[in-house]
Structures are given as structure tokens and as C-alpha cells.
């Protein structure tokens, strides 16, 4: 009988557990993510619709904007996730690859930018501590580490380019190459 009541008890426990995560959730970052999609849509309001797509129309023309610059100043000016939903304004082949890059942006930017990614600034800081044992500074490792995720973060979205157009054909699927603007 005392392992029945043990287990009826680890088995609320579990919904215990999860009913005051989700409640953590409700206090802390669903109402940060809210108050950055208001934000957000709010910038986007007074810059006009119209301007945001053209920028988007530049970016998806070269590479290097598409995968380094704009990430990069996503995940700076709007941190993790909310980085991610400026692929909203890119054509359906090109939204894999966009997430593939500023997904990273908002790890690899940490050590430098910790309010991108706030959650997992404690790896940096684990790789920090070492360095910091040696009596060095943190400085020029989270520049390395930016720069190193810069170069790696555009790779991980061209490369992306590539598997896309290939899962495309071997799907017999094609994916919209035009920026679909939302009135």
C-alpha cells in the first residue's frame, strides 16, 4: 500500500511541479515576450509596413545580410526569441535558414550581450571562470566568440540555403522566393 500512495503522490507531484513552472512562466517572461511583440509590432507601426518589406527585400538579396546583419541586429534589439519572428518578413524558401542564423545569434552573442540571451549566459560565464582563473579578462573572449559566431552563424544559414533547395527537390516541393506582405 505505502508504494501505491508513494507513487499517487510523485505522480501529483508532477503536476505540482509543472502547475508552478507554468505559473513562473505567466509572471515572468510570457509578459516580457508579450510586451516585446507589442513593442516590436508598435516599431514596425510607426516605421510603416512598407519600409520594413523593402528593407526585408534587401536583406534576402545578398547572403551576408540575410545571415549576419540582420540576425545580428535582431537579436541585439530584440533578444531571444523575439529575434527570431523578424523572419516573418522573409520568403517561405528563405525563413529555414534565417531561423538557422539568428536561432545561434542569440547564443553566440551572450558572452558580449548578455541581455540577448539571459538564460544561458551561465555557459559563458563557466568558460569565463576559467579564464578569469588565469587572471586574464573576460573581454577578448566574448569578442572571440561573437566574431567566431558571426562567421559560424552566417554558415549555418547559407549551408541551410542549400539543404532547403535540396529536401525542395527531393519533395518535389517549391517554396515561395517572394516576400508575401501582410496588409
Known sequence: ???IVKFAEG???LFNTGAE???SWVSGIVPQVL?????MNTLINLIG???IYSFAKICTKNPILRYMILPFVSAFMLGN???LSMGKFMPERLKPSYYASASYFCHTSSGIFPHINPGEIF??????KGVETLGLSTTPLALRYLLVGLVCNFLSGWVTDFTTKYV???QGIELSNEIKAVE
Open 1 to 3: 500500500m505505502d508504494y
Open 11 to 13: 505522480f501529483m507531484g
Open 21 to 23: 513552472t507554468f505559473v
Open 35 to 39: 510586451l516585446l511583440l507589442i513593442a
Open 49 to 51: 509596413q512598407k519600409r
Open 81 to 83: 526569441p523575439m529575434a
Open 123 to 128: 555557459i559563458f560565464l563557466g568558460i569565463a
Open 168 to 170: 525542395m527537390k527531393q
